[in-house]
């Protein structure tokens, strides 16, 4: 921190990409209780386009921020996937951008689950990745990028839950309007596995890490492995007024692409380093009855 002739202290500032998303929205709220020796400033695309490097390069000039938490991504595995060289710019060549200029700084980049086949679940930080999805691809690609600096950090995630900026961000918010625009009910898969988490939790995890200067890879999810399935029943609870049914299904029947089955990860690395362990997502519920979900 600076200390102005004044006595007054500036603190340093923390960047965060994708300020309107469900993660980078939890950081920026969360930011005055986990990490209030930091000013925040909350980039969107209204500040300037990521996509715009002498932009960027210019912005970071001038605000020289001694953090940058990543979170801008497409992270929608469809849209990657017909439109890949927008993912292959916004998810690869931005990253590659920003943890250049953030040479001498903390960098923390978000990954995915989704860097794995899903055939084997429980993965550890140093498993072997091999993606079966474009979006999978661009992460495995960024990871390489930001790991070559050893003060970088590659927080892995699962599926995050919560209230999203839009509305439509977070994996109970598009289940629910699922479940609301159909008719007929959902089929819920019991046999994909992963590890839900709210948003709010990953975002403490996260300012954690950047306390304790972490670098490095960690699996950042639910302390606990669903199904697809489960987890619908579980928040089907917390909705009385959705009428719609869900039914057991296979992803083997599945008329679209490859899934990943079982991308559950093992998180006993970043366990042993919080302070305040990582939830089970069926607890956490169970434990905060009053938060929209």
Request: net charge positive; charged share 25%; hydrophobic share 45%.
């Amino acid at each position: 921190m600076a200390i102005l002739p004044s006595g007054s202290v500036i603190k340093p500032l923390a960047w965060i990409t994708g300020a309107n998303g469900l993660i980078g929205n939890h950081l920026v709220q969360t930011a005055p209780e986990f990490a209030p020796h930091w000013r925040v400033r909350a980039l969107t695309r209204v500040d300037f386009d990521l996509l715009d490097f002498a932009a960027v390069e210019r912005e970071f000039k001038k605000d020289r921020p001694q953090l940058i938490v990543h979170c801008a991504a497409i992270t929608n595995v469809a849209d990657a996937q017909k439109n890949p060289g927008l993912a292959q710019r916004v998810n690869v060549e931005t990253t590659k951008q920003l943890a250049e200029l953030a040479a001498e700084i903390p960098f923390i980049f978000f990954s995915t689950d989704l860097i794995f086949d899903g055939r084997k679940g429980n993965y550890v930080e140093t498993d072997v990745a091999n993606p079966i999805t474009f979006y999978g691809e661009t992460k495995v690609a960024a990871e390489k990028i930001v790991l070559q600096n050893p003060r970088h950090l590659v927080v892995r995630t699962s599926i995050n839950g919560g209230k999203s900026f839009s509305g439509n961000r977070a994996f109970n918010e598009q289940l629910r309007h699922a479940l609301q625009t159909s008719g007929q009910g959902m089929t819920l898969f019991t046999d994909e596995f992963r590890c839900p988490i709210p948003a709010a939790e990953t975002a403490r995890a996260v300012w954690e890490l950047v306390e304790k200067k972490c670098a490095g890879i960690f699996h950042v999810a639910g302390a606990e492995k669903l199904s697809r399935l489960q987890i619908g029943e579980l928040l089907l609870k917390r909705w009385p007024e959705i009428k719609a049914q869900i039914q057991a299904g296979s992803a083997k029947d599945f008329a679209g692409p490859p899934r990943a089955l079982d991308t559950s990860f093992d998180i006993s690395k970043v366990q042993k380093i919080l302070s305040t362990p990582l939830p089970k997502f069926s607890e956490w519920l169970a434990a905060n009855p009053e938060e929209k979900f």
